[in-house]
């Protein structure tokens, strides 16, 4: 074999390779376009929002906050927004991908739309550590309480409303409310006032909610994250290669695993 046969055939060979591999591409392509593609008759049928355990824990949400509205699994974006929202660096499409699919099971609100606290339910699946630490930060960080609740073990009325609310107990709000009538006749009452309640509040939130979270993880034991990759519909799992504990985050699919097979109508 002389050279020019070698070259020829070495040629030949290339040219085959990459024959094949346009050839694959090709119909990686056509197969993703056929699977876009809507069915005549969806393979589906309507399902409750919630489970049967989460009903349960929605109708005491909804007792425990009357005067509010109480919403079931409402994706953070939809309350949250970046703090730096410039053009062009693509930041925010950033976070669109790392927290879409990211919920709470329920979200409490105003009857202005105005969120007051989220509350996570412990499931039969459990609760992975990666995935309560990671809703937790975010929403600490967008001043937002956030909770898990058991089932079987729904903490003090009392309790949420002074975590989510603020609300300080009967005798001791009526000491201080005693306390601010003696200072009337300050000049600069009102704003004194309005100040010290809004750190009152603050501060009584902040100690409700770091009590009621303690109550919570001594209940709930921790489910497993797995090994699976993230997925944009929220199932699989965020894995960070500087700390992967900390953004391991894994969210039930109860599209293709579901909880119970309760249907639509609730009962």
């Known amino acids: 074999m002389n050279l020019t046969t070698f070259l020829m055939t070495l040629l030949g060979i290339a040219v085959g390779v990459l024959a094949g591999i346009l050839l694959y591409a090709w119909w990686l392509r056509r197969q993703s376009e056929v699977r876009l593609l809507p069915p005549a008759t969806w393979p589906l049928r309507a399902r409750g929002v919630v489970t049967t355990q989460e009903h349960n824990v929605w109708k005491w949400l909804r007792s425990t906050?009357?005067?509010?509205?109480?919403?079931?699994?409402?994706?953070?974006?939809?309350?949250?927004?970046?703090?730096?929202?410039?053009?062009?660096?693509?930041?925010?499409?950033?976070?669109?991908?790392l927290l879409n699919g990211v919920y709470t099971t329920f979200t409490v609100c105003?009857?202005?739309?105005?969120?007051?606290?989220?509350?996570?339910?412990?499931?039969?699946?459990?609760?992975?550590?990666?995935?309560?630490?990671?809703?937790?930060?975010?929403?600490?960080?967008?001043?937002?309480?956030y909770t898990v609740v058991l089932t079987t073990r729904l903490p003090p009325v009392d309790a949420m409303r002074a975590a989510f609310l603020g609300e300080i107990p009967?005798?001791?709000?009526?000491?201080?409310?005693?306390?601010?009538?003696?200072?009337?006749?300050?000049?600069?009452?009102?704003?004194?006032?309005?100040?010290?309640?809004?750190?009152?509040?603050?501060?009584?939130?902040?100690?409700?909610?770091?009590?009621?979270?303690?109550?919570?993880?001594?209940?709930?034991?921790p489910g497993k994250n797995s090994d699976v990759g993230f997925n944009a519909d929220g199932s699989g799992t965020i894995?960070?290669?500087?700390?992967?504990?900390?953004?391991?985050?894994?969210?039930d699919d109860s599209f293709i695993q579901p909880l119970d097979t309760r249907p639509a109508k609730l009962d």
């Not at 105003?110 to 995935?131: A, I, M, P, Q």
């Not at 409310?177 to 006032?193: G, K």
């Not at 894995?239 to 969210?251: C, L, N, T, Y």
């Open 110 to 145: 105003t009857t202005e739309g105005k969120v007051v606290g989220c509350v996570d339910v412990h499931g039969k699946r459990g609760l992975s550590k990666s995935s309560r630490d990671l809703k937790d930060s975010l929403l600490s960080d967008c001043g937002i309480p």
């Open 65 to 97: 906050f009357p005067d509010h509205i109480v919403m079931a699994k409402v994706p953070v974006l939809r309350f949250t927004i970046p703090i730096e929202r410039e053009e062009g660096t693509g930041a925010g499409q950033q976070w669109l991908e």
């Open 239 to 251: 894995r960070s290669p500087d700390d992967a504990d900390r953004f391991a985050v894994q969210w």
């Open 170 to 221: 009967g005798n001791q709000g009526q000491e201080e409310q005693d306390h601010q009538e003696t200072r009337v006749d300050h000049s600069s009452f009102h704003e004194e006032l309005d100040s010290f309640t809004r750190q009152r509040v603050k501060t009584a939130k902040e100690a409700a909610l770091k009590e009621l979270n303690k109550d919570s993880y001594q209940g709930a034991q």
